[in-house]
């Protein structure tokens, strides 16, 4: 069993919108950039985010995502329940009839893994989370209280020998 890039993803930008949102709403695209996911994966990410009422969309200049409900009730395992991540280290998707309509040896041993890591994960909130990346990004010298959501594009400075040449 393992976490697919789609709910480590959908983690991944989930924080990042909550470390932002209190300026405002976050632009997909400043995610995209900053975290290096696809913008077309985070537009088919946040659509199930917001289905799920685990954020909310705002069109139109200044408009972006912010988080649907506070980031203390909203868990990880809500987040990647949202993206539709299965979470099952059995091999029959959780049936009681693996082998033979017969459960298998290890059956109990995985449906019990099942539950102790939706237990965990279900105890952990994106708040929890968020908190966690200031704390890191604090002790790296990052003013947090003033990170926010560039709505322009980071340009990169064109290097010196391929500046277009003015008459």
Same mark, same amino acid.
């Given at each position: 069993m393992?976490?697919?890039?789609k709910?480590?993803f959908? /983690?991944?930008?989930?924080?990042?919108?909550g470390?932002?949102q @209190?300026h405002?709403p976050? #632009?997909?695209? %400043?995610i995209?950039?900053?975290?290096r996911i696809?913008?077309s994966y985070l *537009?088919q990410?946040?659509?199930?985010?917001r289905?799920?009422g685990?954020? *909310?969309? #705002?069109?139109?200049?200044?408009?972006g995502? #912010?988080l649907g409900r $506070? %980031?203390?009730d909203?868990s990880?395992? &809500?987040i990647?329940y949202?993206?539709?991540?299965?979470?099952d280290?059995t091999?029959?998707?959780?049936?009681e009839?693996?082998?033979? &309509?017969?459960r298998?040896? #290890? @059956?109990d041993?995985?449906a $019990?893994?099942?539950r102790v890591?939706?237990d965990f994960?279900d105890?952990v909130?994106?708040?929890?989370?968020? *908190?966690?990346q200031?704390?890191?990004l604090?002790?790296?010298g990052?003013?947090?209280?003033?990170?926010?959501?560039?709505r322009?594009? /980071?340009?990169r400075? /064109?290097p010196s020998d391929k500046q277009?040449v003015?008459?």
């Amino acid at each position: 069993m393992r976490l697919t890039t789609k709910g480590r993803f959908a /983690v991944t930008a989930m924080i990042d919108l909550g470390l932002r949102q @209190h300026h405002g709403p976050v #632009t997909l695209a %400043a995610i995209s950039q900053r975290q290096r996911i696809s913008l077309s994966y985070l *537009e088919q990410l946040f659509g199930k985010l917001r289905r799920h009422g685990l954020v *909310e969309s #705002t069109r139109g200049p200044g408009g972006g995502y #912010t988080l649907g409900r $506070n %980031a203390a009730d909203v868990s990880v395992a &809500d987040i990647i329940y949202a993206v539709d991540e299965p979470l099952d280290a059995t091999q029959c998707g959780g049936k009681e009839n693996c082998d033979n &309509d017969q459960r298998c040896m #290890t @059956h109990d041993l995985w449906a $019990n893994l099942n539950r102790v890591m939706v237990d965990f994960l279900d105890s952990v909130s994106l708040h929890d989370l968020v *908190e966690q990346q200031k704390q890191r990004l604090a002790q790296q010298g990052v003013n947090v209280a003033q990170l926010h959501d560039s709505r322009r594009a /980071v340009r990169r400075p /064109v290097p010196s020998d391929k500046q277009p040449v003015m008459s």
